[in-house]
């Protein structure tokens, strides 16, 4: 039990830790909008977009 | 078998008239696109490779407004107001974007400005319809970057955050971390509390008991003291106004509760409460929280009412041209050029050009108003079909838009106040419960005065009002989440109180029960032409325009070809189709080519006619929401009365009112007509009176009222200042409010009832003695979870998703 001295100052060490990250994300305005991040998820990013070109908007048929 | 009817925009879902003409091809297939605009937009998206933004959107994407001039942008006056440039040289800017409505705008956005070269980050947020950009300014222009976000369809501008908008993010921002700290401690109090009631069960070693409370007390400190902050200081400021209000009680419960256990932890004795403060205090500042949340989702705050006004302006040059300037450059005397589409920056007369404007956002009807050399225009309002000039009068505080902000800011002083009955008890039962503590301590005192502290305490302890504190917004909270989950958002507190008194109900009528645009009632061939005939005419007359007349023609085109064109601004449009010429518009405009009838009716009617004479009438009418004659039986049914206030003259309230019901009715009244018809009524007997509206003209009665509703549509500007918002099209949701409202009334009641109940009759038990500190703590929690679980029966219960059959 005599552990408890010890792993108790620990464990207030880490809740410091997780006030402080939390602090950083509310800066960060990682809270602001929780609508869109939900969402965002479901687009693909794997294609990679092509480079807009000023000319024609001539483009490779990559469906299908 | 008229399939090209059905066709609507793949880009902006508005009906596609006549033939195809404009398509681009998504994802394989042909699209067909209503107008070049779209057509360059969905055309930029494609090639860009970001058709998934059409998989994903939820709503139809807005239909492209004309390109906007943003070369102002680049001026160093401009620059220097909204453009900030950090030690490095990378510039950033806020830009307020119109058009965004799901996560696939979000996403389209951020990804097409991310590939730009030059910049270096963008966020973008779909609540409040800003971007923020970092990018490299020596590379990249803002107006092209503007530029940029207007081919994909969006309308970007500039804005500095207002000092409130800074103030309320902060306070959000600071509301968080107050949520994040009570909500993290809570959870450690929580466990070590646990460990401690084992403890008392297992006979715990004194020294692990003391550094457990001490623990306890160093992390309850931290929430005591940072999270539940705002109790003690609202309590502070109530008190200093001499009108004791919820937080009273709350900082007095945490506030006991705390010293009671600080007390209990140094001295080594009796019961520590530390788990019950922060929970307590957390489930309170989740109440607040998720209410201010509501409040700030309701509108920008920057939706001030000049925000409407273009930023940049074209004012005529000494060398007869026309140069971009900020509007805050305007002086009176300018001469501006207000370009098709545009908003009119300042109030000012025309000198030259004349064309339809559209002043709904001062007057509330969509119906364009003609303005020819001479007359006056007032900012706010959208120029029309052509360019004109304008010779500015007044800006600033002087103009027309502003008067009416002037009659909000007037409206809301004079908003009657609202006193919550929590409110009230709380005053009494802070006192009551004072002056019981101090008879117990004087009594104890004479007869064992070693006892009388720990009595006392005790005393303070059971009569804790956390229970009475949660009554009120736990009913609230659930509420309000079933509201919003069927789609009505209720945004200040006041709402609940003031419902169950509701006696008035007003509607303005443009937009609100009607649906805001028109449609051909009923057409009357009279040349021997067939109806199908004469709509194929009037739309092939009316392609292109951008007039509502037009708009409700547009599903009957068929293409037909029309020569030689022409619009009389105001008047009505010629044009010959299959070599005969045709006039529609009104009378006085068709009888310049044939004789007509001097019977003819003028009101909401349009005439078609070629040289041999009439051709067809065609009865314009604004369509009434489909849901409106239900809900106003249901409404009046309940014993509401049902008012009308339209600022519309011509004779259409009246027959709205007349089909559905309504008795009462105003028409033609002005914003502070409307004002004083509220006021009006709400000094009849004192009955409460609720109005739902949807314009910037209906403002200021919206803050006047008890309770206020904007519409879906409505502008930010009414959403802000009104009480709740509807976030679907339909009003069916309205008598659903007043059941609702109804059933939170009664559910704080019996919470209260409860409370109170709990409350006093403890009390005498522990005056007494007889009630042990731990058994103090248990009443004390049961307590407020029954009050808990009685808000939850309003939590909004999971719907099927379809209605299962129902047995017959």
Known sequence: MESLFIFIPIVLVFIGIAVKLFFWAVDNKQFDDLDSAAQSILFDDDVPPHPPSADAPERKPDNE | ?808
């Open chain 2, 1 to 808: 078998m008229d399939m090209r009817r059905e066709v609507s925009c793949y880009h902006c879902g508005l009906p596609v008239a006549g033939g195809r003409r404009y398509e681009v091809t998504i994802d394989g297939a042909a699209r067909a696109m209503c107008c070049p605009a779209c057509q360059a937009v969905a055309e930029v998206i494609t090639a860009g490779g970001f058709t998934q933004y059409y998989k994903y959107r939820t709503e139809n994407s807005a239909r492209p407004e004309a390109a906007h001039q943003f070369a102002a942008f680049d001026t160093p006056a401009f620059q220097q107001s909204f453009v900030s440039v950090d030690t490095a040289g990378n510039s950033s800017v806020q830009l307020l974007i119109g058009g965004i409505h799901c996560a696939a705008c979000v996403w389209l956005i951020e990804h097409y400005l991310r590939q730009l070269p030059a910049v270096s980050a963008v966020r973008v947020s779909l609540s409040e319809q800003q971007a923020s950009i970092c990018w490299r300014a020596e590379q990249l222009k803002l107006s092209e970057i503007c530029t940029a976000i207007a081919t994909i369809g969006y309308e970007a501008q500039p804005f500095t955050p207002s000092r409130l908008e800074q103030l309320r993010d902060a306070e959000q921002r600071l509301a968080l971390r107050r949520l994040g700290v009570a909500g993290i401690g809570m959870m450690q109090v929580g466990m070590l509390a646990i460990a401690l009631y084992a403890g008392d069960v297992q006979d715990i070693a004194v020294e692990y008991r003391n550094l457990l409370r001490l623990v306890s007390l160093l992390m309850a400190t931290v929430i005591v003291f940072y999270a539940a902050r705002p109790f003690f200081s609202g309590a502070w400021r109530s008190l200093q106004t001499r009108s004791p209000g919820m937080d009273v009680p709350i900082a007095i419960a945490i506030g006991l509760a705390y010293t009671a256990s600080v007390y209990a932890t140094v001295t080594g004795s009796g019961e520590v409460y530390f788990d019950s403060v922060c929970m307590f205090t957390f489930f309170l500042l989740c109440g607040r929280y998720m209410e201010m949340r509501a409040r700030h989702r309701s509108g920008r705050v920057t939706a001030d009412i000049l925000s409407l006004l273009p930023a940049t302006v074209l004012r005529a040059a000494a060398n007869d041209s026309w140069e971009a300037i900020p509007a805050t450059g305007i002086n009176s005397g300018d001469r501006l050029l207000v370009k098709s589409g545009q908003v009119i920056p300042a109030d000012g007369s025309v000198v030259s050009g004349a064309s339809n404007v559209n002043e709904a956002a001062l007057t509330g009807e969509f119906m364009p108003v003609t303005k020819q050399t001479g007359d006056t225009v007032s900012a706010g309002a959208i120029n029309g079909e052509n360019p004109l000039t304008i010779r500015v009068t007044a800006i600033g505080k002087d103009m027309r838009i502003s008067r009416i902000k002037q009659l909000l800011e007037r409206a809301q002083d004079e908003k009657p106040k609202v006193e919550e009955l929590a409110q009230r008890i709380a005053m009494w039962f802070v006192l009551a419960v004072l002056s019981i503590a101090a008879v117990v301590w004087l009594c104890w005192h004479f007869v064992q005065p070693d006892l009388a502290l720990t009595i006392t305490l005790s005393v303070l302890v059971v009569s804790c009002p956390c229970a009475l504190s949660l009554a009120t917004p736990t009913a609230v909270t659930a509420a309000t989440n079933a509201l919003r989950q069927r789609g009505l958002l209720v945004t200040r507190r006041r709402v609940w109180e003031a419902l169950p008194y509701l006696q008035h109900v007003i509607f303005d009528k443009t937009g609100t029960l009607t649906q805001g645009r028109l449609r051909v009632d009923a057409v009357e061939a009279a040349g021997g032409v067939d109806e199908q005939r004469c709509f194929a005419i009037a739309a092939a007359l009316e392609r292109g325009s951008s007039h509502p007349i037009a708009h409700a023609f547009a599903g009957h085109d068929t293409g037909l070809a029309v020569a030689s064109r022409h619009t009389e601004t105001g008047q009505g449009v010629q044009g010959n189709v299959d070599g005969e010429l045709y006039r529609l518009g009104g009378v006085s405009y068709v009888a310049g080519i044939t004789r007509l009838a001097a019977t003819e009716q003028t009101q909401n009617v349009i005439l078609l006619a070629n040289q041999h004479g009439l051709v067809a009438r065609f009865k314009l009418h604004d369509e009434l929401r489909p849901d409106a004659a239900a809900m106003i039986k249901q409404l009046q049914d309940s014993n509401f009365d049902v008012h009308l206030l339209s600022g519309d003259a011509s004779g259409a309230a009246v027959d709205v009112a007349a089909q559905l019901g309504i008795a009462h009715v105003v028409e033609g009244a002005q914003p502070q007509d409307k004002l004083a018809y509220v006021q009006k009524l709400q000094g009849e007997g004192r009955s409460k009176v609720m109005m739902v509206g949807d314009g910037i003209n209906d403002i200021p009665v919206l803050a006047a009222a008890d309770v206020s509703l904007a519409m879906l549509n409505a502008s930010d500007l009414a959403k802000t200042s009104a009480d709740c918002v509807l976030l679907t099209p339909s009003l069916e949701m309205l008598p659903y409010l007043f059941v609702m409202a109804r059933r939170t009334r009664n559910t704080i009641r019996q919470n209260l009832l409860w409370a109170l109940l709990y409350n006093f009759s403890a009390i005498p038990l522990a005056a007494l003695g007889f009630v042990p500190p731990w058994m103090a703590a248990i009443g004390m929690s049961a307590s407020s979870i029954l009050v808990i679980i009685n808000s939850l029966r309003l939590w909004p219960r999971r719907e099927h998703a379809t209605p299962l059959p129902t047995p017959s």
